[in-house]
C-alpha cells in the first residue's frame, strides 16, 4: 500500500508543471486526497484538495486559478497541473489520502491522512 508522486523539476518562472501521485493497494474513490507542499523553514500547507465524494475541490489562495487538481479513477492516480509557476512555488510536494468515517464526507485537506506519499521538488528559478 502505497502512494508514488512524481514530476517534479526545475521549471523557469510562468512555466508549468503536471505532478502525479499514484496508488496502489487501495482505491483513491474512496479517500479525500490532498496536495501538499513544505518550503524550506516554512510549514507543511494544502494548496490542493479533493473531497472523498471527488465533488468539491479546495485551493490555497496562493495557487487558485494556476492549480488544478483532477483524478483518473482508473489509472488510480491524481494530478496537479501547475500554470504560471513562481518562484514562491518553490517547494517539495506531498500528496496525502484519508479515507473518511463511515457514511461522513471528508472535505477540504485531509488531516490525519492515512497514507503520505514521498516528496517531489519543484524548483522555480531563472
Known amino acids: 500500500v502505497q502512494l508514488q508522486a512524481s514530476g517534479g523539476g526545475l521549471v523557469q518562472p510562468g512555466g508549468s508543471l503536471r505532478l502525479s501521485c499514484a496508488a496502489s493497494g487501495f482505491t483513491l474513490d474512496d479517500y479525500a486526497i490532498g496536495w501538499f507542499r513544505q518550503a524550506p523553514g516554512k510549514e507543511r500547507e494544502g494548496v490542493a484538495c479533493?473531497?472523498?465524494?471527488?465533488?468539491?475541490?479546495y485551493y490555497a489562495e496562493s495557487v487558485e486559478g494556476r492549480f488544478t487538481f483532477s483524478r483518473d479513477s482508473a489509472r488510480n492516480t491524481v494530478y496537479l497541473q501547475m500554470n504560471s509557476l513562481k518562484p514562491e512555488d518553490t517547494a517539495e510536494y506531498f500528496c496525502?489520502?484519508?479515507?473518511?468515517?463511515?457514511?461522513?464526507?471528508?472535505?477540504?485537506?485531509?488531516?490525519?491522512?492515512?497514507?503520505w506519499g514521498q516528496g517531489t521538488l519543484v524548483t522555480v528559478s531563472s
Open positions: 496525502a489520502a484519508q479515507r473518511p468515517p463511515p457514511f461522513s464526507t471528508l472535505v477540504g485537506c485531509p488531516s490525519r491522512a492515512d497514507y
Open positions: 479533493l473531497s472523498s465524494s471527488g465533488r468539491s475541490t
